[in-house]
């Protein structure tokens, strides 16, 4: 249960607080598109021709600075690191299946780190690249958790909608419903603390019935679980009643014209919130697209004296 | 045995810019066999008290022991058989009716006894005798629990706690929200149970149920507790500053006196015992 602090806004005042929602969604997207750039370099395959396979040096030095960046962002913005292990530690399982899924099933094209071990009797053979590409998704998957969480522990979730709906606003043109799909994203992101505290509350009122949710087998668990949820459908149904009920008698009209009582401003900071993640993605693009450059500035430096 | 709480401080959200510590170094004893009121203005604590009699929330310092069981801050010391102790000690929520559940009134009374280890024939014997207690007649037994009335949803998820049979009864706010003539039906039944041997924990706003019902009172302030003491010598002090309000019978039996009367404050409980006293006054003179 105490996993769901995961992505919940942690009310702090730091630098990236401050930004504005809407340059902080731009540049963790831009961020993010960063994660997933690939990096090949020609190689000579079995056969002697030249192949794109993935560039494994950069892709660590890559996506490990990408790694080292969302780890400084979490820091700057205050989040714990320790609830960001935690829910690394849930993802092991998801390594040993993606790791499995490598090793039977190998992407490579050509094998470039070597052999790892040979079952002669199977004719099979276990390449260490295959251990490098789950280890490339596992990294891609931790950076993906940390740049949303930066985004999600930063931003009050109004304010989240608030820039969505900015985004949306050219899509009025095309009769698109911004307003009206914002103001559904901002009752959704609402009600999800207080669905969490009615849970809790239906949890422990279950509980002192003798409800074990987390012993038990599976039987039990299921009654427990039925327990839980049925008077959470029943309490979030009263709700939702009550708050059209309420809407609709303040004259709530989705198509109406309306003012907003936060308005959204970009300052000085939020040069740099656009400037440093924009000035990445066209470095990581370009170096994708053309790794000589890389090997040649980067590698150099650092292989040869 | 007793409830001791020796100690107990709580913090909500520990560790993060949220914290809220909502107990502060709670010491308190509620003996066995008592009818004890905690009282205090919202927000103070009470619910969250009460929520460790049944381990619901582990103290972030200290200890509460009930009965042979432990519920400590220190991970080691707690007693792990959770399901004994919430046998032991039944705890009704503020509006316990949102945890009901089943098709049936009678199977959603049942489902407590039945995780507490009882067979499906006897947990339903017992969630019919509760049934009754609560005041609710065979009528109701095979009705749907949703589509019952606000009060009576209410007595069926008394009647689940009732049907395990706990040996202290602990009940937040029962009345809140309900009709004065319902309040004390709600009232009376508790009384009933604490009249068969059960200790009833009750957390209240209505000072006229503490001075009817209660023989002991814990006020609390801000997550502290302000005072130990009973009814009568409560009420003779200033407790506005608690945001508490003097009972209506107390105020009338002051004014009756201060008309020249002469009863004995101390010993009126309800209309009653307020006549017992008149009677008595009238004979001295
Ligand atoms: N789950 C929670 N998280 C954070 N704070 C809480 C939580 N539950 C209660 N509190 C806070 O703890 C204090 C005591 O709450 P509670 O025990 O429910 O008071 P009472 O029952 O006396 O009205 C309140 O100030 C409340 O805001
Ligand atoms: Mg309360």
Not at chain 1, 242 to 250: H, I, Y
Not at chain 1, 253 to 263: E, F, G, I, N, V
Not at chain 2, 49 to 65: D, Q, R, T
Request: with cysteine.
């Amino acid at each position: 249960m105490k996993n769901f602090a995961l992505g919940r806004y942690i009310p702090y005042n730091s630098f990236i607080h401050k930004l504005d929602p809407r340059v902080k969604i731009l540049g963790i997207v831009l961020l993010m598109v960063c994660v997933f750039l690939n990096f090949t370099h020609p190689v000579v395959n079995d056969a002697g021709e030249t192949v794109k396979a993935t560039y494994w040096t950069m892709t660590a030095i890559m996506q490990g600075s990408v790694f080292v960046l969302s780890i400084l962002l979490l820091w700057i913005s205050h989040m714990s690191f320790r609830s960001v292990l935690a829910s690394l530690r849930s993802l092991w399982f998801t390594l040993i299946f993606l790791l499995v899924i490598y090793i039977l099933v190998p992407t490579q094209t050509v094998m470039q780190l070597g052999l790892a071990w040979r079952v002669e009797a199977w004719n099979w053979s276990v390449y260490w690249d295959s251990f490098a590409d789950a280890g490339k998704i596992m990294l891609r998957l931790m950076n993906m958790l940390m740049l949303t969480m930066v985004l999600t522990g930063t931003t009050k979730p109004l304010d989240l909608t608030y820039a969505l709906e900015w985004y949306m606003a050219p899509l009025k043109v095309l009769h698109f419903p911004a307003a009206e799909v914002a103001m559904t994203i901002s009752i959704a992101l609402r009600f999800i603390p207080t669905l969490l505290e009615d849970s809790m509350r239906i949890m422990k009122a279950q509980s002192s019935r003798g409800v074990d949710f987390a012993h038990g087998n599976i039987l039990k668990r299921i009654t427990g679980v039925t327990s839980l949820i049925i008077p959470l459908f029943v309490s979030s149904f009263l709700r939702s009643e009550e708050l059209a009920n309420a809407m609709e008698c303040r004259g709530y009209d989705p198509r109406a014209k309306r003012t907003r009582y936060r308005l959204l401003k970009f300052g000085w900071r939020d040069i740099f919130g656009f400037i440093i993640p924009a000035a990445l993605l066209g470095l990581y693009i370009w170096w994708s697209v053309d790794s000589s450059v890389f090997t040649q500035f980067v590698l150099s430096g650092v292989v040869l004296p | 045995m007793p409830v001791k709480f020796a100690d107990v401080s709580y913090v909500y959200n520990k560790k993060s810019p949220m914290a809220f510590e909502a107990l502060k170094h709670i010491n308190i004893e509620i003996k066995e066999g008592s009818f004890t009121a905690i009282v205090g203005r919202t927000g103070c604590g009470k619910s969250t008290l009460v929520s460790h009699i049944n381990a619901l929330l582990n103290p972030s310092e200290g200890e509460v022991i009930i009965d042979e069981f432990v519920n400590s801050a220190d991970k080691k010391k707690r007693t792990k058989k959770l399901k004994d102790l919430r046998k032991k000690v039944g705890l009704v929520f503020q509006f316990p009716e949102y945890q009901l559940f089943e098709e049936t009134v009678e199977k959603d009374v049942a489902f407590g006894p039945k995780n507490f280890g009882m067979k499906e024939e006897d947990a339903l014997k017992a969630a019919h005798e509760a049934l009754l207690e609560v005041g609710l007649n065979e009528g109701f037994f095979k009705r749907s629990p949703f589509e019952l009335s606000g009060g009576e949803k209410r007595r069926v998820s008394i009647a689940g706690i009732l049907a395990c049979k706990p040996n202290y009864l602990v009940v937040d706010e029962p009345t809140a929200g309900l009709d004065p003539l319902g309040s004390k039906d709600m009232m009376d039944l508790f009384e009933k149970v604490h009249q068969a041997g059960t200790t009833i924990i009750l957390v209240t706003h209505d000072m006229n149920l503490v001075l009817n019902y209660c023989d002991s009172v814990i006020v609390m302030d801000n997550g502290e507790v302000a005072k130990i003491t009973d009814p009568i010598s409560l009420f003779g002090e200033d407790i506005e500053k608690y945001s508490l309000e003097t009972p209506l019978l107390y105020k009338l039996v002051k004014d009756l006196n201060a008309k020249g009367k002469d009863i004995d404050v101390a010993k009126v409980k309800d209309i009653s015992t307020l006549l017992d006293q008149l009677r008595i006054s009238k004979e001295a003179k």
